[in-house]
């Protein structure tokens, strides 16, 4: 069996292995620097640059960018510096991206971006307070296949109004001045085209950030193609008064910033569904239900929606990991304090312990509460998920996967048959078998009573004094008394036949000892202890569990007859025999006994008389 699963495993990773080596040729090292500026110190601040900033960064992170630098509000020094660091990662990186959003003007035909700092009382302390364009173009100079600039700084400039002219014929114009690049591969792309401004927005984001944001990083689409969808969209939403404009020029090659997926090798197969593979190892892997099986896809799937995804679930597994953790510190804790209990420790060191207990409890709680927060998250996520891939008009009975999600029949067989076929399948099954190693997912244990239910409820059913056992996670025939008598202390309903998350949320509520104590035979209850019963002298301990005074035996006098007390020695004497003595035989009277002979003291004592009669004595 050992054997079967370790093949199986390999092979798993062995696939992953050429997958990662086999990656498309169009595999390029793409960097990108984000530069947003609101918090002016001389002139009022934007509102909404470092939200543009941060939108455009996101995107950037989500396409799979290797770099993407994001600063906000840097003054001239700071972003002197950046552009430096920056122009170290352009120089083997295939696409080269800035973007910057804030103020900028143009003075004398040059463009200029004006840092959080400058002051600009005059026209000439542009060329100490801010930063010209080229000084942005030389920063993504060594990029090979594309240099892209993105500006969304054509906003109405107040420096513009407010500074001197030291020179009548130096030329400061509105907006940015048009551009024509010198170097090969490169795109200047202005919010607004050249002498006019830009909207900010009524939102967060201006209009020029938000097209960009919809369609600059779609996977295969030109970068030209995708600018010209900006600008329709960004004409349409400002009533045609904005109209970005790019500057440059590529050659006759699609050049997008996210690759297309790759395309079927036989024409004659339709093409598969890109996103479909991604799936099929996302629900692998939760079937599989453990970190390392998340772990694995994440490093295959490093980025997009199924990354996401993965995470989320990651998520799940390391809170369902932190709760068990604080369910078994809380355990020991719990042992540990009872355990001082019963052997009656100082109160110094039995309130050390009691606190250790509360804070291991406050804290599984807390895990708890996390572990259903994660629960949730990812709960919600694989009901998107679903959503999104099945449509709502046409969905199919809903059945139960391995990982407990509800997939309807379509989305369960969405994936054309030859991509499915029966073997793989078989296969898929086989490495969920040889793969699950670690415990069932969450959601299939939700019916079933849990083992770490059961221990809650058993440590609290002990600090409330209903269960003298230990916590060991079993629901015995000692667990179910001990909630009965919980029940019948607490004035409660509980099923005593399992143990619930209702009762362990009733039992905590309970600060104190709700169960009286119970000692064994010899102690008796002494607050939260036994203590041992001892008796006086003179008393003994009875099966009542009370002390009872020995009762001595005290000598009986017994009423002997007066012959006995008269002659002693009559005692002696062999039990008496009948004797009938016919009187025509023998004489008889006063003093003679049957055989006509004259009575002693002694026969006349015992019972012979002068008659001869059936005697009850000794007489011959």
């Not at 090798?265 to 079937?287: G, H, K, V, W």
């Amino acid at each position: 069996m050992n054997t079967h699963r370790f093949l199986k495993l390999r092979k798993i990773f062995l696939a992953a292995a050429l997958l990662l080596m086999c990656q498309p040729a169009w595999a390029e090292k793409r960097v990108a620097l984000v530069l947003g500026n609101s918090a002016y110190q001389n002139v009022a601040q934007l509102p909404n640059p470092v939200n543009d900033g941060a939108i455009i960064a996101a995107k950037l992170k989500e396409a799979g960018f290797d770099v993407v630098d994001s600063r906000h509000d840097l003054p001239a020094a700071e972003t002197r510096r950046a552009l430096r660091d920056f122009a170290d990662r352009s120089r083997d990186a295939d696409i080269a991206v800035v973007y910057y959003a804030g103020h900028g003007m143009e003075v004398d035909g040059t463009n200029y971006l004006i840092p959080v700092d400058a002051k600009l009382e005059r026209d000439t302390d542009v060329y100490d307070e801010a930063f010209s364009l080229d000084r942005v173009l030389l920063a993504i100079e060594p990029a090979k296949r594309l240099r892209l600039v993105i500006l969304d700084a054509c906003r109405d400039n107040p420096f513009s109004k407010s500074m001197k002219r030291t020179l009548a014929s130096r030329a400061i114009g509105q907006g940015l001045a048009k551009v024509e690049p010198t170097s090969p591969n490169m795109l200047i792309a202005y919010s607004a085209k050249a002498g006019s401004t830009a909207a900010d927005g009524d939102g967060k984001n201006s209009p020029f950030t938000v097209a960009l944001s919809k369609y600059l990083t779609t996977p295969g689409l030109d970068v030209r193609r995708a600018f010209g969808f900006v600008r329709d969209d960004v004409l349409k939403n400002t009533s045609n008064r904005q109209e970005p404009f790019v500057y440059g020029s590529l050659g006759g090659e699609d050049v997008p910033l996210v690759p297309a997926p790759a395309k079927a090798a036989a024409p004659s197969t339709p093409a598969p569904n890109p996103q479909a593979e991604m799936r099929r190892d996302y629900e692998l892997a939760l079937q599989v239900g453990n970190k390392d099986a998340m772990s694995a896809f994440l490093a295959q799937y490093p980025d997009g929606f199924y990354a996401s995804l993965a995470k989320i679930q990651l998520g799940k597994l390391s809170a369902e990991e932190a709760r068990l953790a604080a369910t078994e510190k809380a355990r020991l804790a719990e042992q540990e304090r009872a355990r001082l209990a019963a052997e009656g420790t100082q109160k110094t060191q039995l309130k050390a312990a009691e606190a250790d207990a509360k804070a291991a409890e406050q804290a599984r709680i807390a895990a708890e509460k996390a572990k259903q927060v994660a629960q949730e998250k990812a709960a919600e996520a694989e009901r998107k998920r679903v959503a999104t891939e099945t449509p709502a008009t046409d969905k199919g009975p809903e059945i139960i996967t391995a990982a407990g999600n509800p997939v309807s029949d379509r989305a369960a067989a969405s994936t054309p048959a030859a991509e499915k076929p029966q073997g793989e399948k078989a296969e898929k099954a086989a490495n969920v078998a040889a793969l699950s190693s670690g415990p069932p997912p969450a959601e299939l244990t939700k019916p079933v009573q849990t083992a770490d239910v059961t221990k809650s409820v058993q440590i609290e059913l002990r600090r409330v004094g209903c269960l003298s056992g230990d916590a060991d996670g079993q629901w015995n025939a000692a667990s179910q008394r001990s909630m009965a008598l919980f029940n019948r202390n607490a004035k409660t309903k509980f099923n005593v036949k399992v143990a619930s998350v209702d009762a362990l949320d009733a039992i905590k509520l309970k600060s104190a000892r709700v169960c009286p104590l119970v000692c064994q035979h010899g102690f008796e209850a002494d607050g939260d202890h036994c203590s041992k019963i001892v008796c006086e002298e003179g008393s003994f301990l009875n099966d009542d569990n009370e002390c009872e005074k020995r009762s001595t035996k005290k000598p009986v006098a017994k009423r002997d007859r007066p012959e006995a007390r008269q002659f002693p020695e009559a005692r002696q004497f062999p039990a008496p025999r009948q004797i009938i003595v016919r009187r025509s035989q023998t004489p008889t009277g006063p003093g003679l006994g049957s055989d006509g002979r004259s009575l002693t003291g002694h026969e006349r004592a015992v019972g012979c008389n002068s008659y001869g009669a059936i005697m009850s004595g000794v007489c011959p």
